[in-house]
Every structure is written in C-alpha cells, then in structure tokens.
C-alpha cells in the first residue's frame, strides 16, 4: 500500500498536471484535495492537449479511479461543464468519479463577491481568478457553505440557500451595488445540476479509508502551490485553501500516519499568475524569454504569467513545509539556448540575508536575490528520455539545483507530452 501527495512547489503551474498524468498508470486512485476551478492541470498525450480544472488528473486512464474531496469547492456549472466536455472525448465518468458529499459548493454569488472585491479601490487587489474561491471557502470557514450533501434534501437546500441569499443580498447592494438573480433562479439552477451531481457523490472518506485497507495505491493531487497556500504563502496573495501537503489529510479525510511519500514537482525557473512580491522576477527580456519558450500563459484565464529564476530560497522551504522526498524537475527544456542562467539561494534586505522564507510581504516585495551563476547549454533537451544524453551543462545545472534544496529529482520533464520525460526512480 502507498499513498503519495503530490505538491506545487511555487506559485503553481508547474506541470502538476503533465506529472499526476504520468504517474497515474501506476496507481489506482488520483484523489484531489483542494482548489476549484481555479486551477488549470494541462495534460498531452497523442497530440492532443487537455486541461483539467476540477476533474483528477488520473482520468485519461480509464481503469483508475478519480475522488474530489471534502477540501475541494465545487462549482456545479463547472463541474458539470467539465464532464461533459470529457464526455465528448469518449471517456466514461459514471462508477470513474466520486465526489465528496461533505464538499462547499461554489454559488453564483460567491464569483460575485470575488470580482466586486477585486474591483474596489478599497481592497487589496490579489489578482484572483475571479471564480468566486475565497468568498466560497470564507463561507466555509463562517460555517454559512451550502455542501454537496445538502442536493440530498431539497427542504433543507432552500432553507441554507435562502438565509445565504438574504445576507449576500444586503452584503452585494450596499458594497457593489449588484443585485441578485431572483431567488427562485438561483435555487432552480442549483436543481438543474442536482440529479446529475447525486450520481456521483459518496462519503469519500470511508471509501478511502476502505481503498487504503485494500492496500491500494493512491495519489493525492494538490492545485495550486506552496506559495500560494493560505497559511504558508505569500500572504495575502495566495489563494484560500491549504495547497501544502497536510491539506491532503484535511481534504481527503486521510490520517496522517496514512501517507507514505510527498513528491515535489518544481520548474526550472519561477512563475506566478496575478499581483504580489516575486523576488526572482525578470522584467527585461530573458524574462519575456521564458515567457515566450515556455508559452507561459494561466491555463485558466490565459494571463500572461510572470517569470524569473528560480529560486531556492522558495525551493527549500517547500521541501521542508512538505515534508518533501522527492522531487520531478519540469521544463528544462525551456532554458535550451541561455548563455547563463541564474538561481537565487538567500533574499539580501537592509543588509541582512535570509536563507529562509521572510513572513513580512514587505521584506519578500523588496529584497535583492542573491544569485550564482550558471553557464547555459546551446543543444536542444526536448524530448530527451535518457538523463545521459542531457548536455554537461544541463545536468551540472540539475545536479547542483539537487543539493541546493537537499533533495534528489526522481524524475525530470523535457517537453509537455507525457513521453517527454527522464525517469529515474519509480514512485512506488
Ligand atoms: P499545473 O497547473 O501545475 O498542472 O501546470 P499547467 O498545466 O498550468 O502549466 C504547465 C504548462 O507547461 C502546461 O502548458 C504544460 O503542458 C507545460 N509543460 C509541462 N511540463 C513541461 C515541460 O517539461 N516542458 C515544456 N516545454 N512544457 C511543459
Ligand atoms: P494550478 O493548480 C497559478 C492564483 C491566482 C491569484 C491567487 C488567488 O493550475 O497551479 P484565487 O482565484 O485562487 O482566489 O486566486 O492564486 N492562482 C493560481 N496561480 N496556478 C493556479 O492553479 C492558481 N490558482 C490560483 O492567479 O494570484
Ligand atoms: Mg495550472
């Protein structure tokens, strides 16, 4: 039996997808554990190109089984909108996908409250994905959500919906000047998913507690990245859930004494979607290098995302609040062709240098990165599958980004199809 967890270690997008794909053919379950829609998971395979917001990374393996978890927020337009599209392509869903009964729903008025707030000058801008996550989570946590298992009883839905309703309502008028939709169109709308959704939510729970007693092996996939975890991210420009692997254990109702390995899965350099501090970050145009080689682009909301170096500053306190044993190196390939390519190991402020992660947003925003100096590679690495044939300078580069962070890359990703990989060590 193993359980694994698979974890962001930036601020997202760095190729959780492509790696959770892959791993998949050796496991039985791929249960996500937190995040909504507000994730983007790109998978490739057989020239094609998929991406995954809600859904488990394991589902183009049609004999695994997929759980969202009690930590997810679900919203059931885009949950729904999503199978449908999978649907499409062929893939059965029904006895493939459970979803937790003890899961927040994402209501309209959650998606709502996030734009007006990103929108008024009063407020800090995080520069969210505008799909409504923290108000859904902020609900949550208030003890005010509407659950997945509420869909089972239509009295006690519209009793939660309409005390949701009236305080949103008087809430939204007065800050944002929005109105509602009717009740009655909310409430119906919310039906119209139900019968559809009732199909495929269970106690998830329990049947991971019965799949990890069957000796099962299961990946835990998380969204996001530990930068952008609520408690350990660079607060208040992180997203509103616990992306750290712990968060397995709250979003999937798994123990702790459960969990076997947490693997990393970490860029070659930095990236981060949407407003605050980001030290490694590249405003000339090796930064736009990587942007543009990279495509790097939200896979949610097609915004340009931001690029830097790689930071081992980030990298180390990540293993470390992880828990961290291995690691999946991704898109080596895009440094092909840099003369020199540069790693922060310390953030220098008003003369002090930190090798640990700073809390004050004011000391991240402002410090000076210290950097070594790496030379590039000219040759192309994509698609290579062999760590031997990777150029001198490629693995001088990997190796010594290895002992930075104090932990081994067991596998390393040269291209955005699931064949574009070195393997070196399997997971379980
Ligand atoms: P996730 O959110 O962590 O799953 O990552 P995203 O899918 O949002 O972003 C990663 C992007 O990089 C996607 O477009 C992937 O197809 C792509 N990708 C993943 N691994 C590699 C790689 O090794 N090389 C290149 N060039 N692209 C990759
Ligand atoms: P994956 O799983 C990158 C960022 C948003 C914003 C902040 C808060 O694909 O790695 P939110 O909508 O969550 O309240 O926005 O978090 N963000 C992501 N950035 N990848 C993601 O997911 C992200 N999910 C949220 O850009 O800065
Ligand atoms: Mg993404």
């Not at 379950?29 to 507000?38: C, F, S």
């Not at 922060?344 to 930190?354: D, N």
């Amino acid at each position: 039996m193993s359980v694994a967890v698979v974890v962001g270690m930036q601020w997202g997008d760095e190729g959780k997808g492509k790696i959770i794909d892959l791993l998949a053919e050796n496991v039985d379950i791929v249960a996500r554990y937190q995040g909504g829609h507000n994730a983007g998971h790109t998978i490739c395979f057989n020239n094609k190109q998929f991406v995954l917001h809600l859904i488990p990374s394991g589902i183009f393996h049609e004999d695994k089984l997929c759980v969202i978890g009690n930590g997810v927020v679900v919203d059931p337009h885009a949950l729904v909108d999503e199978m449908r599209q999978l649907e499409e392509t062929g893939l059965n869903l029904e006895g493939r996908l459970i979803i937790s009964d003890r899961a927040n729903i994402i209501m309209p008025y959650h998606g709502t409250s996030d734009k007006g707030r990103e929108s008024d000058s009063g407020f800090q801008k995080i520069g969210t994905t505008g799909r409504g996550i923290g108000p859904s989570y902020a609900d949550k946590i208030a003890r005010a959500g509407i659950r997945t298992c509420d869909l089972r009883d239509e009295t006690y839905l519209t009793e939660r919906l309409r005390a949701n309703y009236d305080e949103k309502q008087k809430i939204l008028q007065t800050l944002y000047r929005t109105e509602l939709p009717e009740f009655n169109s909310l409430l119906d709308e919310l039906m119209s998913y139900r019968e559809t959704i009732l199909k495929y939510i269970a106690d998830t729970h329990t049947f991971m507690r019965d799949q990890i007693s069957q000796n099962k092996n299961i990946l835990c996939e998380g969204a996001q990245g530990t930068m952008l975890d609520v408690d350990h991210g660079t607060y208040p420009f992180v997203t509103s859930s616990n992306s750290t692997a712990g968060g397995a254990c709250t979003g999937l109702g798994i123990p702790p004494t459960k969990i076997d390995r947490v693997l990393g899965v970490i860029k070659a350099y930095t990236t981060r979607v949407g407003e605050g501090p980001f030290p490694t970050e590249l405003l000339d145009a090796d930064g736009e290098r990587l942007g543009k080689v990279g495509h790097e682009f939200g896979a949610t909301t097609g915004r340009a995302r931001r690029c830097g170096w790689f930071d081992a500053v980030v990298a180390r306190y990540g293993v470390h609040l992880n828990g961290v044993d291995a690691l999946v190196l991704t898109k080596v390939d895009v440094l092909d062709g840099f003369d020199t390519i540069k790693v922060c190991t310390g953030y220098k402020y008003k003369g002090k240098v930190f090798s640990d992660m700073p809390a004050d947003p004011e000391v991240i925003a402002n410090c000076d990165p210290v950097y070594v100096e790496f030379d590039g590679w000219s040759e192309s690495t994509l698609g290579i599958q062999d760590y031997d044939k990777l150029p001198q300078n490629a693995k001088n580069y990997i190796d010594r980004l290895s002992e930075l962070v104090e932990t081994p890359f067991m596998m390393i990703s040269t291209g955005p199809d699931r064949e574009q990989t070195i393997l070196r060590e399997s997971l379980f």
